[in-house]
């Protein structure tokens, strides 16, 4: 019997609140299942987040753009656009290096958050018990129920089912009641990356809006202020180093990192011009380089189940499949919850 609407809802806990674990969360709340989310951010979206600087900047420091090629993601994005928290981004985009600028074919849309990145999984955390700021630092399994800790040892509640939507490194320290789990997820290795955030507050005169870059510590570049809806008077770039160079670059100084970007972006678009606002961020868990090919990992005698981009690639499509896919296995196994 699937869970569905009734008089006592069985409870769930889910850890993560990017595209994964909202997409699992929207999912069984649509079913009628009691869903608590928690996320250790400010803010709901993981690396679909957007960092606002005062109110009058802001930058997609993490996710760039989106494609859709599964026809139910496409449903989705397109219910998005409906909503007015999704439109396609049409920045021309190159490719940039051996010393020529080339224009960057395509056959896909290019969706991004309206007016920014951030927006897709505010209005997918919409209704739904979110709470941000809370990291989880340990589970127990008490008569068959999970219980989630804080870092001070603090209760975050008891659940009939856990579904933990992180990168697999974060997803260790809750996941130790499943070990089989945790070695499969263990097989998954992910990149990292920095991100270096720039505003002028004169318009940089290039010719593109985003560039594939070659043969440089970047790998990508894009001005965030040509996305659809946005007003920002500054320009606002971000510049996304490789992940060998990332590595590279392990224990340099975060000031040295972000000036070496800097410099680097301005060379790459033709400047002298220095950026008005500059700031670094480093994901240590950026993009996965050795997805599971599995939508996602789910052990049926304990309800508890892992998902996330790294499941099954490493775009956000992915992310919103593994965590859709966690929800409906959940569903599958009502009977036992
Ligand atoms: C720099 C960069 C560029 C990218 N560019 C693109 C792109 O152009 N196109 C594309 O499709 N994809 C891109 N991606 C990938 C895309 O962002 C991801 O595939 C997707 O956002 C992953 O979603 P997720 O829910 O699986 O994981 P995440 O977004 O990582 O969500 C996991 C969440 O778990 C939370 N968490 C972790 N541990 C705990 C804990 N103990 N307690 C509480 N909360 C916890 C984290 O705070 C986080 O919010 C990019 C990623 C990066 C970093």
């Known amino acids: 019997m699937p869970i569905s609407a009734g008089k006592s809802f069985p409870t769930v806990a889910i850890v993560g609140a990017g595209m994964a674990g909202l997409a699992c969360a929207a999912q069984l709340r649509a079913a009628g299942v009691s869903v608590s989310v928690f996320d250790k951010g400010r803010r709901p979206g993981g690396r679909m987040s957007t960092r606002g600087v005062d109110d009058k900047l802001s930058f997609d420091h993490g996710c760039q753009f989106f494609s859709a090629n599964d026809p139910s993601f496409d449903q989705q994005v397109k219910s998005w656009i409906e909503a007015g928290v999704v439109s396609a981004w049409r920045g021309t985009v190159v490719e940039l290096g051996r010393g020529r600028i080339t224009q960057k074919a395509t056959a896909r849309t290019r969706y991004a958050g309206l007016p920014e990145m951030s927006a897709v999984c505010s209005h997918l955390a919409t209704g739904i018990d979110v709470r941000s700021g809370v990291d989880v630092n340990e589970v127990r399994r008490i008569d068959n129920k999970w219980h989630l800790l804080r870092d001070t040892g603090a209760s975050l509640g008891q659940f009939d089912a856990l579904i933990v939507a992180t990168p697999p490194a974060q997803a260790e320290k809750l996941m130790t009641h499943s070990p089989s789990l945790l070695v499969a997820a263990r097989g998954v290795r992910m990149s990292s990356c920095w991100t270096v955030m720039l505003a002028f507050e004169e318009r940089v005169g290039s010719s593109f809006d985003g560039a594939v870059v070659h043969n440089s510590p970047l790998s990508w570049i894009a001005r965030n202020s040509s996305r659809a809806g946005r007003i920002d008077t500054t320009d606002c770039w971000v510049g996304q180093s490789s992940a060998e160079w990332s590595t590279e670059r392990r224990g340099a100084s975060r000031d040295a990192i972000v000036a070496e970007l800097a410099d680097e972006f301005c060379k790459l678009v033709g400047i002298s011009a220095k950026p008005d606002y500059l700031a670094g961020h480093r994901w240590k868990y950026a993009i996965p380089t050795t997805p599971l090919d599995k939508d ?28 859709t896919a966690a929800a409906k296995r959940l569903q599958a196994q009502g009977a036992g919850i």
Do not use: I, K, P
């Not at 996602?296 to 189940?305: E, P, R």
């Open 296 to 323: 996602c990992l789910f052990d049926d005698t304990l309800n508890v189940g892992l998902c996330g981009d790294w499941c099954l690639g490493n775009r956000v499509e992915a992310a919103w499949l593994s965590g």
